[in-house]
Every structure is written in C-alpha cells, then in structure tokens.
T-cell receptor, first 116, second 113 residues
C-alpha cells in the first residue's frame, strides 16, 4: 500500500480483556517496528521484526505482550489481560532496508487503546 | 547510553516568525537522524532524514542541520504558520544497526494567528 496502515484506529476495552492490534506495512518493507506512546511520554520501543530473523522483543514490558509477523508482512500485537496502564497509542513503523538507517521510517497513524 | 534531549519542551510564537527547535544527544556515534511531526491524537509524519555524512537537509520552509561532533541537531522553520502547530520529535538511529529509534521527548509548538 501507499503507507503503513494500522487498525483499529481506536479501541476501548475492559480491563482484563485481550486485544489485538494490526499493522500493514508498506509492501516490500522488510523491517517492522512497534512503539508505544503513553500520555505525556516519549515513544517506547516494543518489538522489531527484520525479514525472517528472530524478532527483537527486548522492549516488551511484560509477558502479557506478544507480537507476530506473518509471511514477512502483516503484524499483530496482542495484549492479554489488559491493564489500565496499557492505555496508550501504539504505533507501527516500517522501513525498506535492514535497520532502516539509510531510508528512515514510515509510521502508521497508530491505534489509540483505552482500557477502562 | 544514548540520550536525546529536546529543548524547549513547549514553544509559542506569533505567526510569521522564524524559529529553531533544538535536539541534543550524548553519543556522537549515530547512524543518522530523523525529524518527525506529530499532530494531536495522530501518528508520526516524517519531515526530514539526515544521513550521518550530511550536514543538513531542506524541505520547503524546513531546514534541519546535524553536527555530530557537538551532539546537536536543529530544525529551522521559516515564516511559521498556524498549521505548523504540532509536536516535533527528533529521533536517532544508533550505529548498532538494530534500527531502534531513540526519540527525544518532543517540542510542542503553537503558532498563534
């Protein structure tokens, strides 16, 4: 597609429920990142996928968070047993080259998650 | 550990004014640097990408500079407009090539008509 697409754009869920957030990167982009932006905070790295390599999960805040990337394209971020502190904007980015340093990143519009 | 600082945290200027946003970093070993814009409740829009070998990049009324030796980057906005009101973020690519962006906290700009 023309850009990075994220869905849903907004999600309100009850505490304790599981949620899935979806990211469609730009076609052909090999690198995909998830970041989280909490209210008034900076962007926090969550997870990084590069081609068929094992993902870098070092930023996931707890074992309630997981992500997968199917077929090297679409990625799903899953949060189990959501807590109020999970409320944030979840941003996905993709890049056309390994690590993206020469090409920069394209971000999606994000999913605003509210846990009530 | 690389740290990125953006000063000021917030800025309010009258329309038409030229302004400079600052970004400083503690480790000069960076791969490159990217400036983003974020509108309230929205994602990030890329403004300018400066490669490590470059000193500046220009796009329209925007000019970004990079001085690795001093650990600084500036984003210059000429003839500011109310539509420029947003949060501006700078982000570094570390040389480790993991691609993890390191973000500053951002500068929230308000341009008053």
């Amino acid at each position: 597609g023309a850009g990075v697409s994220q869905s849903p754009s907004n999600k309100v869920t009850e505490k304790g429920k599981d949620v899935e957030l979806r990211c469609d990167p730009i076609s052909g982009h090999t690198a995909l990142y998830w970041y989280r932006q909490s209210l008034g905070q900076g962007l926090e790295f969550l997870i990084y996928f590069q081609g068929n390599s094992a993902p870098d999960k070092s930023g996931l805040p707890s074992d309630r968070f997981s992500a997968e990337r199917t077929g090297g394209s679409v990625s799903t971020l899953t949060i189990q047993r959501t807590q109020q502190e999970d409320s944030a904007v979840y941003l996905c980015a993709s890049s056309s080259q390994s690590g993206g340093p020469s090409y920069g990143y394209t971000f999606g519009s994000g999913t605003r998650l509210t846990v009530v | 550990k690389q740290e990125v600082t953006q000063i000021p945290a917030a800025l309010s200027v009258p329309e038409g004014e030229n302004l400079v946003l600052n970004c400083s970093f503690t480790d000069s070993a960076i791969y490159n640097l990217q400036w983003f814009r974020q509108d309230p409740g929205k994602g990030l829009t890329s403004l300018l990408l400066i490669q490590s070998s470059q000193r500046e990049q220009t796009s329209g009324r925007l000019n970004a500079s990079l001085d690795k030796s001093s650990g600084r980057s500036t984003l210059y906005i000429a003839a500011s407009q109310p539509g420029d009101s947003a949060t501006y973020l700078c982000a570094l690519f570390p040389p480790s090539n993991t691609g993890k962006l390191i973000f500053g906290q951002g500068t929230t700009l308000q341009v008053k008509p």
